[in-house]
């Protein structure tokens, strides 16, 4: 079964923008497990301008489904990981600047410092993936970094999928089945929506987890969040 991991973030966006608590993201995430999501996900930036570190620190005592915790991994993430120890710790290599995660790890260049970071998450207990574009190259070497899994960066899916959707999901097909061949489990995210998450899922059966914000929060304003979950979650099935 693949779970659906609901990210938060833009709901601290929308509370960010007048400065009080409305939403609130602990209820928002509470709520969201009561609808149906597996997990909840939030990616705390140094600038803080959607989840703060104080929201996450809130958030850990509250969430009883998966808590994974996505980030760059600075000091300030690393000693925040250790505290919490959430069940997942998904490193991405976004420079402070990003607006959102766009691209995937060089997991050639970076080899030596993530297995550093890996091997001082496992010691804290926390399960580890690395954020990764489908390409071959990067998975062997992702590998040796001693992760326990990776997570399928889909922006360039979900941007080629109503032109071609067999022709965008064949690479992901391809590094699926050999981060299976290599022993990692396998996470996707980035754009993933109500038109193209059903067909991933049918083209990579062994899917373990997707996280999915921005769409599921968009379609949340027409549909509601609970039944918004149940339709993502019934496009997983």
């Known amino acids: 079964m693949t779970k659906l991991s609901v990210n938060i973030n833009k709901i601290a966006t929308l509370r960010n923008a007048r400065g009080a608590d409305n939403p609130n993201v602990v209820k928002v995430a509470l709520d969201a497990e009561r609808f149906g999501s597996q997990g909840i996900t939030v990616h705390p930036r ?103 899994r990776v997570e399928l960066y889909t ?17 992901y097909i391809e590094v699926a089945e050999l981060a299976r061949e290599l022993g990692m489990g396998l996470n996707a995210g980035h754009d993933l929506d109500l038109q193209n998450l059903a067909f991933l899922k049918q083209s990579i059966p062994h899917l373990d987890e997707v996280s999915i914000g921005h769409a599921l929060v968009c379609d949340a304003l027409y549909y509601g969040l609970e039944n918004t979950i149940q339709m993502y979650r019934r496009k997983l099935e």
């Open 46 to 148: 140094p600038d803080e301008r959607h989840i703060r570190y104080q929201d996450v620190i809130d958030l850990a005592k509250v969430v009883t489904t998966e808590f994974n915790i996505e980030g760059y991994p600075d000091k300030r993430f690393m000693e925040m990981v250790r505290l919490i120890k959430p069940a997942q710790a998904t490193l991405v290599p976004d420079p402070p600047t990003a607006i959102t995660s766009n691209n995937g790890w060089d997991t050639i260049a970076n080899q030596s410092m993530l297995k550093d970071i890996v091997a001082e998450l496992h010691e804290s207990g926390v399960r580890v993936s690395i954020f990764i574009n489908p390409e071959t190259k990067y998975f062997e070497p992702a590998k040796l970094t001693g992760t326990d």
């Open 155 to 171: 922006e360039p899916y979900a941007v080629n999928y109503h032109k071609d959707r067999d022709a965008a999901v064949k690479p």
